[in-house]
């Protein structure tokens, strides 16, 4: 193994080269791998034609995967789920999300690949919660100690968009139903690192649960737009059988949605996490 660590700005990101992830993870390089995660947040690879079991191997070697309980998978690999324009509404994805924090338990990290791209358009955007909760002031990072946010499922799932046919208002009540509204802290601590990240997001989060309703709507909506600065977040341009990894529990991400007409496919595994604290 040659491996080789690219950092790609100073808020977070690195490419990888000198690794063929389609072969067994060797210790050394999932020990380096971690490292580079626990550093740079989100990790790219170029050109690596992973089939779905090769992808769903790479990323089970850093926990156990979780199956979406609305996106459509890959019927023989179903902890691979498949993002695809010509099939799935993923309007949910063109906005600052962070994957799956309408879990107890959410999202380690995920490893998404690119399938199919349009000409042009199609980039990834992430944003590092480790450099924005850095980058407020002590006054501020001393009031969002202690507070929670309300996180829920529907927020960026809602019936009318994901309950069309019967089949499909089956499972939106199925998965309601086992993920109701929860909360998490406002600052999370990494379990790893105990470097400390905003752990709000707009796909998931609708209030401030110790604050009133106008208070928590103007604290979040100054807390997303913070958490969002260019400073703080990397533009992904993809090529075909580009693989991203990335640290859920401290970033957000966006997909962004100029590509239309044209097609945009991609498969993501996504790697169960701890309960945030």
Request: charged letters at 20%; proline letters at 8%; one cysteine or more.
């Amino acid at each position: 193994m040659n491996l080789q660590i690219t950092p790609l700005s100073p808020a977070l990101g690195a490419l990888v080269d000198g690794i063929d992830l389609r072969q067994p993870l060797e210790s050394t390089a999932h020990s380096a791998i971690e490292q580079a995660l626990l550093d740079h947040q989100v990790l790219f690879f170029r050109a690596q034609p992973l089939n779905p079991q090769q992808q769903a191997s790479f990323a089970a070697c850093f926990g156990d995967l979780h199956i979406h309980p609305i996106y459509p998978n890959i019927p023989e690999q179903p902890d691979v789920l498949v993002l695809d324009t010509a099939v799935t509404d993923v309007r949910d994805n063109a906005i600052w999300h962070t994957d799956v924090t309408f879990l107890e338990a959410p999202a380690l990290g995920a490893v998404l690949a690119a399938k199919q791209l349009p000409k042009f358009g199609g980039d990834t955007l992430w944003a590092s919660g480790i450099a924005a909760y850095a980058a407020l002031s002590k006054p501020l990072q001393n009031l969002l100690e202690g507070l929670t946010a309300t996180h829920d499922f529907t927020h960026s799932f809602p019936l009318e968009r994901f309950g069309t046919t019967t089949e499909d208002l089956a499972r939106w009540e199925e998965a309601r139903r086992k993920n109701p509204p929860l909360s998490h802290p406002v600052v999370r601590t990494h379990p790893v690192s105990g470097r400390k990240a905003l752990f709000v997001n707009e796909g998931f989060t609708t209030r401030i649960n110790e604050l009133e309703p106008a208070e928590s709507q103007a604290l979040l909506q100054l807390l997303f737009a913070h958490a969002t600065r260019p400073e703080f977040f990397i533009r992904w341009r993809w090529q075909e059988n580009d693989v991203a990894f990335w640290d859920n529990r401290v970033t957000q991400h966006y997909a962004v949605d100029d590509y239309r007409p044209q097609r945009r496919v991609m498969h993501r595994a996504t790697i169960l996490g701890d309960k945030p604290f």
